[in-house]
């Protein structure tokens, strides 16, 4: 069963409007969460992640959102760009584990 | 320094034929994972192997799948008697610590059972 629920599927934002991807969970012994991009025949690659002590994270134009009480996070993407067009993944990790559950990805195209 | 490498990046293969893919992990990285990734899902997890210990096969579909680490580096993982829908990207990471930190993915093999 789909451990992270990840919405929407697929997203289309006019270059430089703001991209938000949002994920949720029910195991509440995650308490590591990333997002990962993946371009067309690459593989995913770490963007930003975060651990449920902070209810925010940025860095540069991506910010992690994080609500405990609620079991969700979202990822926003600032001034999006066509070049951040790309699968996004969001996932989550328990404590002291190792296997990543993702969801099952948002994709999104930024037009020019 | 490499990333993650895997091979072949493409394999086409013929219901019930067995396939071999290849890991291999950035160097020095004690932590390998294999994932699957099917169209329109996410990636689902299938072994972990960590240095000299027993791996996780909790994620392994079926007793057709099966994975070996080497001197604790390349990964091979071996599907036997394919059907079609073993069709999916499998994905190899790696990470430089037990379970812990960033996982690095390869770019995938990407397989298609006919």
């Known amino acids: 069963q789909q451990q992270v629920k990840q919405s929407p599927q697929s997203l289309i934002v006019q270059k430089g409007g703001i991209s938000i991807i949002n994920c949720a969970y029910e195991n509440t012994a995650f308490d590591y969460f990333p997002w990962y991009q993946q371009f067309p025949g690459k593989g995913p690659a770490l963007l930003i992640a975060i651990r449920p002590d902070v209810s925010e994270k940025k860095e540069g134009r991506f910010t992690i959102s994080f609500n405990k009480s609620a079991k969700q996070f979202s990822l926003h993407i600032m001034d999006s760009q066509p070049g951040d067009s790309a699968t996004y993944f969001c996932?989550?990790?328990?404590?002291?584990?190792?296997?990543?559950?993702f969801g099952k990805g948002t994709s999104l195209l930024v037009t020019p | 320094g490499a990333g993650v490498s895997q091979s072949p990046s493409n394999k086409v293969t013929e219901k019930g034929k067995d396939v071999e893919l290849r890991c291999d992990p950035i160097?020095?990285?004690?932590?390998l994972y294999w994932y699957r990734q099917s169209l329109g899902q996410g990636l689902e997890f299938l072994i972990y192997f960590q240095g000299n210990s027993a791996p996780d096969k909790s994620g392994l579909p079926s007793d057709r799948f099966s994975a070996e680490r080497t001197g604790g580096s390349v990964s091979t993982l071996t599907i036997q008697r394919t059907q079609q829908e073993d069709s999916a990207v499998y994905l190899c990471?790696?990470?430089?610590?037990?379970?812990?930190?960033?996982?690095?993915f390869g770019p995938g093999t990407r397989l298609l059972v006919l």
């Open positions: 160097s020095g990285h004690t932590a």
């Open positions: 990471a790696s990470s430089p610590g037990q379970g812990l930190g960033t996982q690095y």
């Open positions: 996932a989550a990790r328990r404590e002291a584990g190792y296997a990543l559950n």
